[in-house]
C-alpha cells in the first residue's frame, strides 16, 4: 500500500455490522416512546444530513419529527429517557457490568474484519486506529474481546466532540503519528460509512490545510444486498458527492488493493473499488 501512513477507522458499519443492534435499538426506542417504528431507509435518510451520529439524539429527533407532522400529540421524552430506553435494548444490562451479563440486541453483532486484517495492515507499515461515536464499553467489547487486539488506540463517546467536529481525529492523529501534522507529516486516512464521517475529514483540513487527509467511504453492511444494489448506489453517490476521496466496495479492499491515491500532490478523487 502506498502513500497512506496511517488509518483511524469509525467502528459501526465498518468493523462490525450494527443493523440488527445499534440501529434496531433506535427503531425500537422510537417505536416505544410514539408508537411508530421507523425504517432502516428513515435512517438512512436522517444519516444523510451528516449531522446525526450519536443515535440517542437521532431517536430524539426521529420522535420530534413524528410529533411536528402530526401524527402524534404526545409529550416529547427528554434525552436522559431516551438514553435509558435505547441501552435497554442495545445493552440488556448495565454496560458497566461484565460483558458475560449483557443480553441485549449487542449480542447480535456480526464482524466485519478479523484481527489478521489489522496485523496485515501492521506488516505493511501503516499505523491504525479507531475514532468512534460508540460508547466505550460497546467499543472496547468488540476491539479487545471480539477481535482481540490489545490496547487499541481509541478514541469514543465522551473522549472527543461528536462527529463531525474532527478534534477526536486529529488528537488521535497526532498521538499516533507523535509529530505535529502537517505538509512534512504521512497522509492520514478515516474509514467510514456516513456523511458525518466525510465531514469529519473536511473539518480536518480547515483546522490543518497543510496535512494530506484522505476520507475512504463505503456503504453500511446491510446495503450490500443485492435486492438494495440501488440504494446502495444512490448512498456511495451522497458520500461521493460530499467528498469522499474513495469508495470501497468492501473494508477488505485495504488489505487487497494497492492504494495509489496521490499524483504530483492531488487526491484522485471519485475512484471506487468493486
Excluded at 432502516?40 to 420522535?63: H, M, P, Q, R, V
Excluded at 404526545?74 to 435497554?88: A, G, M, N, T, V
Excluded at 445493552?91 to 464482524?111: H, M, Q, R, T, V
Amino acid at each position: 500500500m502506498k502513500n497512506i501512513g496511517l488509518i483511524l477507522f469509525d467502528i459501526d458499519g465498518v468493523i462490525r455490522s450494527v443493523e440488527n443492534s445499534y440501529r434496531l435499538s433506535l427503531k425500537k426506542t422510537v417505536y416505544k416512546f410514539c408508537g411508530w417504528e421507523p425504517s432502516y431507509e428513515d435512517i438512512d435518510s436522517a444519516k444523510n444530513e451528516g449531522i446525526w451520529n450519536n443515535d440517542w439524539d437521532l431517536s430524539l429527533e426521529l420522535i420530534k419529527r413524528y410529533v411536528k407532522i402530526g401524527k402524534s400529540n404526545l409529550k416529547i421524552p427528554s434525552r436522559e429517557d431516551i438514553i435509558k430506553c435505547f441501552e435497554e435494548f442495545y445493552f440488556g444490562a448495565d454496560p458497566n457490568d461484565d460483558s458475560k451479563y449483557w443480553s441485549g440486541f449487542i449480542k447480535n453483532e456480526e464482524l466485519l474484519v478479523d484481527k489478521k486484517f489489522f496485523e496485515k495492515l501492521q506488516s505493511n507499515g501503516i499505523i491504525w486506529g479507531f475514532v468512534s461515536g460508540a460508547e466505550s464499553a460497546s467499543a472496547k467489547f468488540v476491539l479487545e474481546k471480539r477481535l482481540g487486539l490489545k490496547s487499541p488506540p481509541l478514541i469514543c463517546m465522551g473522549d472527543a466532540p461528536d462527529k463531525p467536529d474532527p478534534k477526536g481525529f486529529i488528537r488521535l492523529s497526532q498521538k499516533l503519528i507523535g509529530d505535529k501534522l502537517g505538509s512534512s507529516n504521512i497522509p492520514i486516512a478515516y474509514v467510514g460509512d456516513t456523511i458525518a464521517d466525510v465531514k469529519t475529514v473536511i473539518n480536518a483540513r480547515k483546522i490543518i490545510p497543510s496535512q494530506k487527509f484522505i476520507s475512504i467511504g463505503l456503504a453500511p453492511p446491510h446495503l450490500h444486498l443485492k435486492s438494495r444494489l440501488k440504494e446502495r448506489n444512490s448512498y456511495e453517490t451522497n458520500l461521493r458527492n460530499e467528498g469522499a476521496d474513495l469508495i470501497l466496495s468492501s473494508i477488505n479492499d485495504l488489505n487487497n488493493i494497492n492504494l495509489n491515491l496521490f499524483r504530483e500532490g492531488e487526491i484522485f478523487r471519485d475512484t471506487s473499488f468493486g
